[in-house]
């Protein structure tokens, strides 16, 4: 059973961080591209970030030179670093994994699916970053 469960959310003062992290299980991690992805109730699901063997890293434009994204595959576990953070960060964030390639994503646009391209999902974890 595929399993991704997300943790280190929380509550940061703006020009703070948080580093999340995605456990997965049930698959093998190298072959699965692994998403962040973020979403507000009643908000459309909007790409963070995303990794694969075989392409790299994607990172939506909105985080770049903020967020990095790492792994530990010896752990099957995939970190989401945040530095910097803005009150328009708070989000749910939530983690996803598709067989092999990021679906949905181009070094151009970044995201650009519709919140449904990855078949796994975790749970979410809260982030809040106050003012």
């Known amino acids: 059973e595929v399993q991704l469960v997300e943790s280190g959310g929380g509550l940061v003062q703006a020009g703070g961080s948080l580093r999340l992290s995605c456990a997965a299980s049930g698959f093998t991690f190298d072959d699965y591209a692994i998403g962040w992805f973020r979403q507000a109730p009643g908000k459309e699901r909007e790409g963070v970030s995303c990794?694969?063997?075989?392409?790299?890293?994607y990172y939506q434009s909105s985080v770049k030179g903020r967020f990095t994204v790492s792994s530990d595959n010896a752990k099957n576990t995939l970190y989401l670093q945040m530095n910097n953070l803005k009150p328009e960060y708070t989000d749910v964030y939530y983690c996803?994994?598709?067989?092999?390639?990021?679906?949905?994503?181009?070094?151009?646009?970044?995201?650009?699916?519709?919140?449904?391209?990855?078949?796994?999902w975790g749970q979410g974890t809260q982030v809040t970053v106050s003012s």
């Open positions: 990794i694969s063997s075989s392409e790299g890293t």
């Open positions: 996803a994994a598709t067989f092999r390639i990021c679906r949905g994503w181009s070094d151009t646009y970044g995201y650009r699916g519709d919140g449904y391209d990855f078949e796994y």
